[in-house]
């Protein structure tokens, strides 16, 4: 059965930083692209970034590029994503998800797998 678990939300202060996990169980992470999604208070799931698992390829959103990374952890069957230089419209629910597809989507609907979220909250 597959899982996604998240971990390591919180609350942290502007120009903070946290770190997700995302452990998965029921299949070998390495073998499927692997996408963090957030979602504000009202607003729409939207894409943080995506790490493909055909050639490691990584795509961000202009929102976070340059502040964020993503890593891959395969004796951990774990992705991470590292926030640095956080801001208030960073504060979402952060989910990890996959659709067994060794490539990267755009959309939330492409994905068939997602865990339970990670509340991130940033602020003073």
């Known amino acids: 059965q597959v899982q996604l678990v998240e971990s390591g939300g919180g609350l942290v202060q502007p120009g903070g930083s946290l770190r997700l996990s995302c452990e998965a169980s029921?299949?070998?992470?390495?073998?499927?692209?692997i996408a963090w999604f957030r979602q504000a208070p009202g607003k729409e799931r939207e894409g943080v970034s995506c790490i493909s698992s055909k050639d490691g390829s990584i795509y961000w959103s202009d929102n976070v590029k340059g502040r964020f990374a993503i890593s891959r952890d395969n004796a951990k069957n774990t992705v991470y994503l590292q926030m640095n230089s956080l801001k208030p419209e960073d504060t979402a629910v952060y989910y990890c998800?996959?659709?067994?597809?060794?490539?990267?989507?755009?959309?939330?609907?492409?994905?068939?797998?997602w865990g339970q979220g990670s509340p991130v909250t940033v602020s003073s």
């Open positions: 029921g299949f070998t992470l390495d073998y499927y692209a």
């Open positions: 998800a996959t659709g067994q597809s060794r490539y990267c989507a755009s959309y939330p609907g492409q994905y068939d797998y």
